[in-house]
C-alpha cells in the first residue's frame, strides 16, 4: 500500500503576513488618530480662546463706558462759578456723589480749573501727571484716556473730559480715575471660565492688572522684574487691533483690541493643561498598542512553536496511520468471514424477536381482556402496571396508577391486609382474602384479593388479581335481611293463632301486656292487614230509617236498579 506524507502549508506563511499588516495598519491609524485628536483640542482651544477674549474686552469696554458716560452727565451740571478757585456748591458735590455711587470702578473724580488746579475731589486723591491736561488744553480733545503712575508706584487709568465756559473757552478738565485691581477683582470672583491667565495691558504694552488660574501659572508667565506675563512674546502678536491668536511651544494667546480704547485683553491658555487630557488618553492608547503588538507577537510565537509542534505530532500519526492501514487491510478479510456470520446470526435473532413480539402481543390481549382488576407491583407494593379493568372499576388512568403504592386503594383500617398479603407470598407464593378498596371518587368497593410471585425482567414482582364482589355483598346482605323480615313475619302469624281475649261487649282486644286496644288496632299492629270504615244497609236502616232524606235516597236508588 502507498505511503501517505505530510503536505506542504503555505497557507501558515499567508497568516502570519496577513497578522503583521493587520498589526502594520492598526498602528499607523492609532498614530494618526492620535495626532488628529491633539488637534481637535489645540482648535478647540484657539476657538475657546478668541470667544473668551472678546467676552472678558467687551465687558472691560462696558465699564470704561459707563465711567465716561458718569462724567459726560456730570459735565451737564457744572456752572461756571464751580471752575474758579471757590469751593464746589453742595449740589454739584451732590450730584458727582449721586452718579458715583453705583459704579464701584471709580476710584475718584477729580476736577482741575484752568491753571492744573484741583478745586474738587470725591475721595483723599493721591498724587499723579495727569498728562492729559495739557491735551486737553491745547489740541481741543473733548475724551482722554491714558495710563498714569502715582507717587506709591501705583498704576490708574485715567479718563478726562475737556470742560469749557460758556464761552467755549477752556476752564479746566474733569478727570476720573479706576484702579487696575478693580478688573483683577472683577475676573478672580466671579470669572468661571476656563482660562491659565487673563491680562489688561495699554498701548504701550504695560501690563495695568493680571488674572492667574493658580500659583503655578503665575510663576511661569511672569518675570523677575514686573507682572509682564506677556515678556518674551513676539511683537507682530500685539500689534494692530481687532481679535488675534497666537501660538507657541507654550501656550495660546488671544488678544482682543478694546473698541475706541487704547488698551487690550489677552487671554491665556497653557498648552501642557491644554493636551492634560489629551496625554492621558495618548497614554492609555500608546499602551493599548503596544500590549496589542505584543498579543500579536506572542499569539505568533505560540503559533509558530503550536505549528512544530503539530507537525511533529502529524508525522507521528502519519507512520501510525500507515501501520494501521497494514493491519486493517489485514484484519478486514477476517472482518468479512465474522461479518457473515454475524449477518446470519442477525436473521436468527430477528425471527427470535419476532415471535417475542407475537407472544407478546397475545399476552398483552390477555392482559387486556381480563374483566378482574389485575395489579403489577414491585415487592415494595409500588404500582408498575394495570389492566383497564382496574383503571375503569378504581377510576384511575393507567398513568395515574403507575407509582402508586397499593395500601393508596385499601381503605385504611383494612391496610394490615396488606402486610399480610406481602407475608403470605413471601412464605407461600399466594394469597386469598378479602378487603373494602376505595376509588378515585371516595366511594367504597367490597374486593376479593388473590396473589402470587412471578419474575419480571429478572426482578421479582408482586401480582394482585382483585374482584369487585360488590354486588354480591349487596345481595348477600339483602337477603339476608329479607330471612330477617319473613322470620318476624311468621312469629307474629304465630300469636294471632293462638287464643286471643276479647271483650264481648265493645269487642276490644286485650294483649300480652294487658291493655286493651281496639279490634283494628291490634289486627293492624300483629298483621300486614289494613282497614277502611264504611255501614252495612241493616245498621243504615236501624239508624236512619225514619229519617225522610234517608227514605227519599233509598227510593232514587231502587227506580235506578228498576231502570237497569
Request: aromatic share 10%; proline share 2%.
Amino acid at each position: 500500500m502507498a505511503t501517505v506524507s505530510l503536505p506542504q502549508e503555505k497557507s501558515y506563511i499567508y497568516i502570519i503576513a496577513l497578522i503583521w499588516i493587520v498589526i502594520i495598519i492598526f498602528v499607523l491609524f492609532s498614530v494618526l488618530t492620535i495626532f488628529r485628536n491633539k488637534n481637535i483640542y489645540l482648535n478647540t482651544s484657539h476657538t475657546k480662546s478668541k470667544a473668551q477674549a472678546q467676552l472678558l474686552g467687551e465687558n472691560t469696554s462696558s465699564v470704561l463706558y459707563s465711567v465716561d458716560l458718569t462724567l459726560l452727565s456730570i459735565l451737564l451740571r457744572i456752572k461756571l462759578q464751580a471752575i474758579q478757585d471757590k469751593p464746589v456748591p453742595e449740589t454739584m458735590v451732590e450730584s458727582i456723589k449721586t452718579q458715583s455711587m453705583f459704579l464701584p470702578q471709580i476710584r475718584n473724580i477729580i476736577l482741575f480749573n484752568a491753571e492744573k488746579k484741583i478745586i474738587y475731589s470725591l475721595r483723599a486723591y493721591e498724587v499723579f501727571e495727569l498728562t492729559s491736561f495739557e491735551e486737553h488744553k491745547d489740541a481741543w480733545l473733548d475724551f482722554y484716556i491714558t495710563t498714569a503712575m502715582t507717587n506709591r508706584n501705583k498704576k490708574l487709568i485715567v479718563l478726562s473730559r475737556r470742560v469749557e465756559d460758556m464761552n467755549g473757552e477752556f476752564a479746566g478738565v474733569l478727570a476720573a480715575t479706576i484702579d487696575p485691581v478693580f478688573f483683577y477683582n472683577r475676573y478672580a470672583n466671579y470669572l468661571n471660565i476656563d482660562v491659565d491667565a487673563v491680562a489688561l495691558s495699554d498701548a504701550r504694552r504695560n501690563v495695568l492688572t493680571s488674572w492667574y488660574n493658580n500659583s503655578d501659572m503665575q510663576s511661569l508667565y511672569t518675570d523677575n522684574d514686573s507682572s509682564h506675563f506677556l515678556s518674551g512674546r513676539p511683537g507682530a502678536a500685539l500689534e494692530g487691533g481687532g481679535l488675534k491668536t497666537h501660538e507657541d511651544i507654550e501656550s495660546i494667546i488671544s488678544i482682543y483690541q478694546l473698541p475706541d480704547f487704547p488698551f487690550q485683553l489677552t487671554v491665556l491658555h497653557n498648552k501642557d493643561r491644554v493636551l492634560q487630557e489629551w496625554y492621558q488618553k495618548t497614554r492609555q492608547d500608546i499602551a493599548i498598542i503596544t500590549a496589542t503588538v505584543l498579543i500579536g507577537i506572542i499569539t505568533m510565537v505560540l503559533a509558530s512553536a503550536q505549528r512544530k509542534k503539530r507537525r511533529k505530532a502529524e508525522r507521528l500519526l502519519l507512520d501510525y496511520q500507515n501501520h494501521l492501514e497494514d493491519m486493517i487491510e489485514k484484519r478486514t478479510l477476517n472482518l468479512k468471514r465474522a461479518n457473515n456470520d454475524l449477518l446470519l446470526e442477525i436473521d436468527v435473532r430477528s425471527r427470535t424477536e419476532v415471535r417475542l413480539k407475537e407472544s407478546e402481543h397475545r399476552y398483552r390481549q390477555i392482559y387486556s381482556s381480563i374483566s378482574d382488576c389485575l395489579f403489577i407491583a414491585d415487592v415494595k407494593g409500588f404500582i408498575s402496571d394495570a389492566n383497564p379493568a382496574a383503571c375503569n372499576t378504581y377510576g384511575y388512568s393507567r398513568e395515574d396508577l403507575t407509582g402508586r403504592h397499593l395500601t393508596e386503594l385499601i381503605h385504611k383500617d383494612y391496610h394490615s391486609n396488606f402486610e399480610q398479603f406481602v407475608a403470605d407470598l413471601s412464605s407461600k407464593g399466594s394469597y386469598y382474602g378479602e378487603t373494602i378498596d376505595i376509588r378515585k371518587d371516595g366511594t367504597f368497593l367490597n374486593t376479593e384479593v388473590k396473589g402470587t410471585l412471578f419474575i419480571l425482567k429478572g426482578e421479582r414482582h408482586l401480582l394482585a388479581i382483585i374482584r369487585d364482589v360488590t354486588e354480591r355483598k349487596q345481595s348477600e346482605l339483602q337477603r339476608e335481611k329479607l330471612i330477617s323480615e319473613l322470620q318476624k313475619a311468621l312469629d307474629e302469624i304465630k300469636t294471632l293463632k293462638g287464643i286471643v281475649p276479647i271483650c264481648s261487649t265493645c269487642k276490644k282486644i286485650r294483649d300480652d301486656k294487658g291493655f286493651w286496644n281496639s279490634l283494628e288496632s291490634y289486627i293492624q299492629k300483629h298483621s300486614d292487614a289494613s282497614f277502611s270504615h264504611g255501614i252495612c244497609p241493616e245498621c243504615s236502616d236501624k239508624l236512619y230509617g225514619d229519617q225522610d232524606w234517608y227514605i227519599q235516597m233509598k227510593k232514587e236508588k231502587e227506580g235506578k236498579s228498576i231502570s237497569r
